[in-house]
């Protein structure tokens, strides 16, 4: 049986409460805005035509049909043969805004409203966890493997760069580093987290590379780090003695 459309007459304007989280001028505080309008608001998934399945014996092979009766589900799949290559190669769910950002992207997809959260459930059980809200526009949100797993199973998300934890985790991970001496945390831009670390002057800079090796590589080892944080990029700063 057909479930209910939620969204029956929906015409794909860009709603007021998500103009708002978008125009937020500040990207980090942009993309707390806009996660916490995708708890209870809509977006538009993108169902796009694809290739035939081709020819089984001489026969055109049959499409394999799955409907569920619920709309929303049905899209989401069909959204997810839409994925996106990141600029670090990862794939993402795309999402939109608005039907007039959906053509800007593809304008042979049609638009399917659903709620942000069943977006989020979509994209987590792929293999990456992402979502591009507006891939098309003039700034696109990248919602990051823990803020979509938050989305997706109604929990809360805290920013990387507010999570007082995370700069103690980060420190340990220092120990030893006897140039680098201090760290702070901001909204990434080629990643979710920006990590400034501290360096101390008289670093050459195959020793500066060196050494921000090993830091990556530590960073990467600690799990709980991982469960916090999506993606990390280092950004070494002078600092006179």
Excluded: C
């Amino acid at each position: 049986m057909l479930k209910p459309n939620p969204f029956a007459g929906d015409d794909g304007s860009l709603l007021p409460s998500m103009a708002t989280a978008l125009a937020t001028a500040d990207p980090g505080e942009r993309l707390v805005a806009v996660v916490q309008e995708l708890r209870t608001g809509r977006v538009l998934v993108p169902v796009v035509a694809h290739s035939h399945p081709g020819t089984d014996g001489g026969e055109v092979a049959a499409h394999e049909k799955q409907i569920s009766g619920d709309a929303q589900a049905d899209a989401t799949s069909s959204a997810a043969s839409a994925l996106l290559r990141t600029e670090d190669g990862r794939a993402a769910l795309p999402v939109f805004s608005s039907y007039d950002q959906l053509r800007a992207w593809r304008a042979d997809a049609r638009p399917v409203p659903v709620e942000g959260q069943r977006a989020a459930m979509s994209a987590a059980a792929e293999e990456d966890q992402l979502m591009v809200l507006d891939p098309a526009g003039e700034a696109p949100v990248l919602v990051g493997r823990v803020a979509v797993g938050a989305l997706a199973t109604d929990s809360d998300w805290t920013p990387p760069w507010v999570d007082q934890d995370l700069p103690v985790l980060i420190t340990r991970s220092l120990r030893g580093a006897k140039h680098l001496i201090g760290v702070a945390l901001e909204p990434g831009r080629k990643a979710e987290l920006k990590v400034v670390l501290a360096v101390r002057a008289g670093f050459d800079r195959q020793g500066l590379e060196e050494e921000l090796a090993r830091v990556s590589t530590r960073l990467g080892e600690i799990e709980e780090l991982r469960t916090r944080v999506d993606s990390i990029e280092l950004f070494p700063t002078l600092v006179a003695e």
